[in-house]
């Protein structure tokens, strides 16, 4: 099964920009989209971004949408979230998570993604 770790999350201020990184093990990381899921306390995980395996393809939240660019590196095995323009409201740990079949279409929920990392704090002050 593949691990994922993210990194990058940390405490910026409403305005700024943080990029998270979410490192993959496996061969097979090409084959799969990759998503960005995000959970603030006391609310459900929520969908941010996905992208496609090949990378032709992306998806956002509304709430993100403009504001938030995912991309992938295949040959570095990593998927990436660029966070611009941060509100408060962005508060929140940040899950990568891998689809659950390969080649499959960029999806939205929970339940189309097979593997989670830790997740990375991310704060945004006012």
């Known amino acids: 099964q593949v691990q994922l770790v993210e990194s990058g999350g940390g405490l910026v201020q409403a305005g700024g920009s943080l990029r998270l990184s979410c490192a993959a093990s496996?061969?097979?990381?090409?084959?799969?989209?990759m998503g960005w899921f995000r959970q603030a306390p006391g609310k459900e995980r929520e969908f941010v971004a996905a992208i496609a395996w090949s990378g032709s393809s992306t998806d956002y939240a509304d709430s993100v949408k403009g504001r938030f660019t995912i991309f992938r590196d295949n040959a570095k095995i990593a998927v990436y979230l660029q966070m611009n323009s941060l509100k408060p409201e962005d508060t929140a740990v940040y899950y990568c998570?891998?689809?659950?079949?390969?080649?499959?279409?960029?999806?939205?929920?929970?339940?189309?993604?097979?593997?989670w990392g830790q997740g990375t704090q991310v704060t945004v002050s006012s």
């Open positions: 496996g061969r097979t990381f090409r084959r799969y989209a």
């Open positions: 998570a891998e689809a659950a079949q390969a080649y499959s279409g960029v999806g939205r929920n929970r339940a189309d993604f097979g593997s």
